[in-house]
């Protein structure tokens, strides 16, 4: 997923954590687990209960160590030799439901806290938190031509450190070092052969000196086995491919399992060695695949979508390519070089067939990778493509991927992204929730079906498919049976063509390492008892929707228990909105007017939602609103409930139309200019009153169009478009028509428009 998806919906996805009685998991003392050994994990936070348990993905049972308490939990772990070193996650479960997942690194290292000295044979991994400008040091006796790693996971886990490495003698005089690298993703690796048998000390700190919360991390001492990089990074659907595994060991290949459908597909370890790190996997898709061959002058390449796996082995290399296109097509170039670890930071360059440069591109959004679409110039059936490093760079590890497809009309490209908010939810009896997915549609335009890939018995989902117009949904999850068992179960979005796509967790730290993790949800059931607390519409006018510039006003009643409890009503929709300084584009961001809360002893009470004037790339938007009955103080929730959600169109309250569409003709008058008259109409709806703009665009130059304004009391007013006596006879087209009016009085500056009206002038020969 890319970085810009990566956006600050923390007041937004606070609505979905905020309830009380779930565990909350602050710190662990060790985010790691030996295979084939015991380790003890020791969990502080709020909610544990009596009897926590750990939600893990593989076949085991943790032990819960005696003194354990509400706040504090401690599980002994062991691990068969057949577990997969990876990361993985896991879950604290408890009696009021899930906690949020936490990231462990699992190996065949000995895991323990952070300490300042190393009192035990390596590799070991070592597990602390930085912040601030903390520096953090550990001392180890080493001897002269011992073969050293030194490896730190920050980033990989989701933390805020850029973790830096110094190697000191007994001297103080530094041996090492080593800074964040893109290779491993932000984190960092020292290798050394120590010149000496010394005493050593390894130092960690911030890149700033300024590590920010979390601070997490996980270090690695001693010697064991990686990979950085899979080369190639996608392979075409059906074929068995051998890739190779760039990291430590002289020779790591794999054959890949033949597979059937785009995704990820993780491959094997290889057999000999004691691996660490990430899983390494590729992902499976139908494009047609080509390798770099180096052969002089230009590789060729045809047939659309394509993908290429290249490396600038040379300082100041250009790869180039040679590709057949058809004139006035639409394409679209993707470098993937940062986002897949490599050391390049990769431009892009196209140049027509005589090498004359007519593109470039380099970063995008949140990512040093170029993106690019680019319309191919009439007459132009060859271009070059050109990838390079932008800071003349080049090596082993400066690979790329370069796809290419053709995105002429929407219907070419059926991929989409999907992403949700929620990593957990927890269900008590009788209970409900809800929570949006959001669809990135890359041009395609249709219905996306949600599903998920397993629920506990007696839970159901409502409201599970995003319309074609939508670019979310308002998923409910209800129950009406006590879940039996926790699980871990994912989300899945499949679109008309058959296609379908994992929904990925916004934010979620292996979204690049480990991407089939991303996607994981824990569900868990609730068994404390919650107060009694419902939400439901009161008397919804008949006809409501989404109208532009205008106040929306949902009224609702509150039904609890515990009457003296004040209920806080939070505003939840499908709207996705783009983001602009990282908040929500105020332009067309849904909002509440005021923060609504209900009174003790009160039940009714009217939530109004602004209806920003657009312009919207969507005409359907899911709304609820989600009601948390608060504890005296206002600081703990107490009981959550949600109303039925609402699937509601977008009005545009001002509307333009012509007698008869189509095509406008008129006669050539090579004296006085041509004209072409027409009739139309404005429509006024929703309250919207006062006079009426009109505004003709992509008219031709030194062309007129009449009327400028329509009255407060008018309806219909006579067109009329005046082309320059220097006009020749042609068809004219890309000419659009659009009206704007104030929809409130007291804020005349803030207008909303109608939709548009295609015109075509068809200018004819005067008769002789």
């Known amino acids: 997923m890319n970085r810009f998806l990566q956006l600050t919906f923390s007041l937004f996805f606070l609505a979905f954590i905020a309830n009380a009685s779930e565990p909350l998991v602050r710190t662990v003392d060790v985010r790691g687990l030996q295979v084939g050994a015991v380790t003890t994990l020791v969990f502080d936070g709020d909610g544990f209960g009596k009897s926590p348990k750990l939600l893990l993905p593989f076949n085991v049972t943790p032990v819960l160590k005696t003194g354990s308490t509400e706040k504090k939990a401690s599980f002994d772990i062991t691990l068969p030799p057949d577990i997969v070193p990876g990361f993985y996650q896991c879950s604290l479960v408890a009696e009021g439901g899930v906690s949020l997942p936490v990231l462990l690194g699992i190996d065949h290292l000995v895991q323990k806290p952070f300490a300042v000295s190393i009192d035990q044979p390596l590799p070991i991994a070592m597990h602390g938190t930085i912040s601030g400008s903390q520096i953090l040091e550990t001392k180890f006796q080493g001897t002269k031509g011992q073969q050293l790693m030194v490896e730190v996971e920050a980033q990989k886990l989701g933390s805020k450190l850029q973790p830096v490495l110094h190697l000191y003698n007994s001297k103080k005089l530094q041996v090492a070092w080593s800074w964040p690298v893109p290779h491993l993703f932000g984190d960092t690796r020292l290798e050394i052969t120590l010149p000496e048998d010394d005493t050593y000390t390894i130092a960690l700190h911030d890149l700033e000196y300024a590590a920010g919360a979390p601070g997490l991390f996980r270090m690695k001492v001693g010697k064991w086995e990686f990979f950085d990089q899979v080369i190639p990074t996608v392979v075409a659907e059906g074929k068995v491919k051998a890739v190779e595994l760039m990291g430590n060991m002289p020779v790591a290949k794999l054959n890949m399992p033949t597979t059937k459908g785009a995704g990820s597909v993780v491959l094997p370890w290889p057999t000999q060695g004691k691996w660490s790190g990430m899983r390494p996997f590729v992902q499976s898709g139908s494009s047609q695949e080509y390798v770099e061959t180096q052969a002089p002058p230009m590789q060729e390449l045809k047939g659309l ?13 250009e790869d180039r390519y040679l590709l057949t296109c058809s004139p006035k097509s639409k394409l679209r170039f993707d470098v993937f070089a940062e986002r897949i670890g490599s050391a390049v930071d990769a431009g892009l360059v196209l140049r027509n067939d005589k090498g004359v440069e007519i593109a470039r591109a380099e970063d995008r959004p949140g990512s040093s990778d170029p993106l690019l679409e680019f319309t191919v110039p009439d007459a132009i059936t060859s271009i070059q493509v050109c990838v390079i490093d932008s800071q003349g760079r080049g090596g082993p590890k400066a690979n790329y991927r370069l796809g290419i497809e053709d995105i002429s009309t929407p219907e070419t490209s ?43 018995k007696g839970v159901k989902i409502e409201g599970n498919v995003i319309p074609p117009e939508g670019d979310g949904a308002l998923i409910t999850v209800k129950t009406n049976t006590e879940a039996t068992l926790p699980i871990v179960t994912t989300l899945i979005g499949k679109n008309d063509k058959g296609i379908s796509s994992e929904v990925g967790v916004l934010n979620h730290p292996l979204q690049r390492l480990q991407p089939w993790m991303a996607s994981e949800i824990a569900v868990a059931p609730v068994s404390e008892k919650a107060p009694s607390l419902s939400i439901a519409w009161n008397n919804l006018p008949k006809n409501i929707a989404f109208v532009p510039g205008m106040k929306m006003n949902l009224p609702v009643k509150v039904n609890r228990e515990d009457l003296a409890s004040v209920v806080r009503l939070t505003l939840i929709t499908s709207q996705n909105p783009p983001k602009v300084n990282n908040q929500p584009d105020p332009k067309v961001a849904l909002k509440v007017e005021k923060a609504v809360e209900v009174a003790a002893k009160a039940s009714d009470a009217t939530v109004s939602v602004l209806v920003p004037v657009g312009p919207f790339p969507v005409s359907v938007f899911d709304i609820t609103l989600q009601a948390e009955l608060l504890s005296a103080n206002k600081q703990v929730v107490l009981a959550t409930a949600y109303a039925p959600v609402l699937r509601l169109p977008l009005r545009i309250p001002l509307v333009v139309s012509i007698e008869k569409p189509g095509k406008l003709e008129a006669l050539f008058d090579a004296k006085k200019g041509s004209e072409f008259l027409f009739k139309g109409k404005v429509a006024r709806n929703d309250g919207l009153v006062g006079d009426v703009t009109l505004v003709a665009t992509g008219l031709p130059a030194g062309a007129k169009f009449e009327p400028a304004l329509v009255k407060a009391d008018k309806n219909e007013f006579d067109g009329k478009i005046i082309l320059p006596a220097t006009l020749m006879p042609n068809e004219y087209k890309g000419i659009k028509l659009t009206a704007s009016g104030v929809p409130d009085i007291k804020a005349p500056t803030i207008k909303v428009n109608s939709k548009e009206v295609e015109l075509v002038l068809v200018l004819k020969p005067a008769p002789k």
């Open 414 to 456: 059926a991929k989409i992204n999907l992403i949700t908010p929620i990593q957990r939810f927890s269900l008590g009896t009788n209970s409900n929730m809800v929570f949006p997915v959001w669809a990135i549609r890359n041009g395609y335009a249709g219905k996306i079906d949600v599903q998920f890939s397993q629920l506990p």
């Open 305 to 317: 979508p394509l993908m290429v796996h290249g490396k600038l082995l040379q300082p100041n290399e």
